[in-house]
Every structure is written in structure tokens, then in C-alpha cells.
């Protein structure tokens, strides 16, 4: 199904009702989600917190945590948790996932990517989601973030006009 329907076709947070029924019927108190959208998924899940598949701590271990289905292979390169133990929600969408006693390293066997093979999301040079989450939270940051992104496209316009291509 991933390979006919992926991307914004199979989740774009749909599923969050779901999700926090897996959540309160499992009694978790804190849920570790790796959602594709960018709202705050917080107003519907209030256990979740932000997780990246690709870079799982320690502590994480024996945990459940869930996954879109789009970040298991298109916003990140989190198909090294298919092998554990999990439950597909929501006709697919998203996946709980339930983490060994210990992840091994990234980079080898049962592990997450090396840092070499993440993903970033829509291949923005950071997490865009959490970009939007904090100015959700606190907009009265808007105005400068704003300033900020108008000076570094300032910046990029210039460094294009001195070499004749935008970088990249």
C-alpha cells in the first residue's frame, strides 16, 4: 500500500483520535509520536510528545511510541522499527511500535540510520515541524522569526548576485 499511496495520501494526522485511544488503553502517561503534519498534536493526544524515529534515546527503550506511515520511509528513514513488535492504526496511517529492552546503535543491525542516511522532513535544512509547533505556542516570536527569514533571503539573494546561482 506504502509504494501506491504514500505521502499526504495516507496521513496527514487523521488519525490522532486513534492514537490517543491506543494511548489511554495502554495507560501511557507520555507517548513518544513521530507525526507527518505540522499541528500540535498535543490538543488531541496529550500524552504525545515529538519524537524523531531516526534518532531514538536511550530511555526510549521498551517503550511504545508511533509513527506515520509516511515517516517510515518518505519524511524519514525509520523502516528499521518494522521489525519490532507493532500495531498498524487507523487502517495504516500511523503504527505503534513497541521499542526492544535496548536500541542498538544507529548504523548497525536493528538500530535507526547513521546520521549519514537520516532524512529531514520535506528536505528543509531543519525540522521545519518544530518550527512551526514553537511558533504555535508562542507567536508573539512571529515578527522576529520573521525578520530573521527576510534577512537570510536578503543574504541568499546577494550571495547569488556576486556568484550567479542561489546556494544550495
Known amino acids: 500500500m506504502y509504494w501506491w499511496a504514500s505521502d499526504s495520501n495516507v496521513d496527514w494526522n487523521q488519525a490522532l ?13 507520555v507517548l513518544e509520536l513521530d507525526a507527518y503534519g ?3 498534536p498535543t490538543f ?19 517503550q511504545w511510541v508511533v509513527i506515520s506511515s509516511n515517516m517510515i520511509m518518505d519524511g524519514h528513514n525509520c523502516s528499521w522499527l518494522m521489525q519490532y513488535p507493532h500495531q498498524m492504526l487507523a487502517g495504516g496511517s500511523m503504527w505503534a511500535v513497541h521499542l526492544p529492552p535496548a536500541i542498538p546503535p544507529a548504523g ?9 542516511e537520516r532524512k529531514l522532513y520535506l528536505g528543509m535544512p531543519k525540522d521545519w515541524r518544530l518550527f512551526i509547533l514553537e511558533l504555535t505556542r508562542h507567536p508573539e516570536l512571529l515578527p522576529q ?10 543574504e541568499r539573494y546577494r550571495e547569488w548576485k556576486v556568484r550567479g546561482s542561489p546556494k544550495r
Open 145 to 154: 522569526t520573521c525578520a530573521d527569514m527576510e534577512e537570510k533571503m536578503r
Open 108 to 116: 548497525t543491525p536493528g538500530g535507526p540510520p547513521p546520521a549519514s
Open 17 to 29: 483520535p486513534v492514537v490517543r485511544k491506543f494511548a489511554d488503553q495502554h495507560g501511557l502517561k
Open 38 to 40: 505540522s499541528n500540535d
Open 44 to 62: 488531541i493526544v496529550p500524552q504525545a510528545r515529538f519524537w524523531n524515529c531516526q534518532m531514538p534515546a536511550p530511555e526510549d527503550a521498551n
